[in-house]
């Protein structure tokens, strides 16, 4: 089992930046490929990012390449968003989530992720 804390939303204006954390507690986060997604209203969750268990590979989906990256600090037992360049369009719930199937990869699907953070709001400002 592993408990999931966001933190880091807030209100920015467009081309601003913002920092996402994940804080893990129970077992050790380096257990887990982790991923963040986001759901707006009205709209289904997607994933944004995610990341293997030891940090090696990452993923970002298309519509953020380039803007947001995603990292961890296992020792910190922390997953993070950095968010750059941010537009009207990326104002949502973000939220954090923990998978535990084995292997050495990240996963993009949805239901890969057993365990879910309650998410941080995420408002960008035109």
């Known amino acids: 089992q592993v408990q999931l804390v966001e933190s880091g939303g807030g209100l920015v204006q467009a081309g601003g930046s913002l920092r996402l954390s994940c804080a893990a507690s129970g077992r050790t986060s380096s257990s887990y490929a982790m991923g963040w997604f986001r759901q707006a209203p009205g709209k289904e969750r997607e994933l944004v990012a995610a990341i293997s268990r030891s940090g090696g590979t990452s993923y970002s989906a298309d519509s953020v390449k380039g803007r947001f990256t995603i990292s961890r600090d296992n020792a910190k037992n922390t997953v993070y968003l950095q968010m750059n360049s941010l537009k009207p369009e990326d104002t949502a719930v973000y939220v954090c989530?923990?998978?535990?199937?084995?292997?050495?990869?990240?996963?993009?699907?949805?239901?890969?992720?057993?365990?879910w953070g309650q998410g941080t709001q995420v408002t960008v400002s035109s």
């Open positions: 989530a923990a998978t535990s199937v084995t292997g050495s990869y990240y996963y993009t699907r949805l239901g890969s992720y057993d365990y």
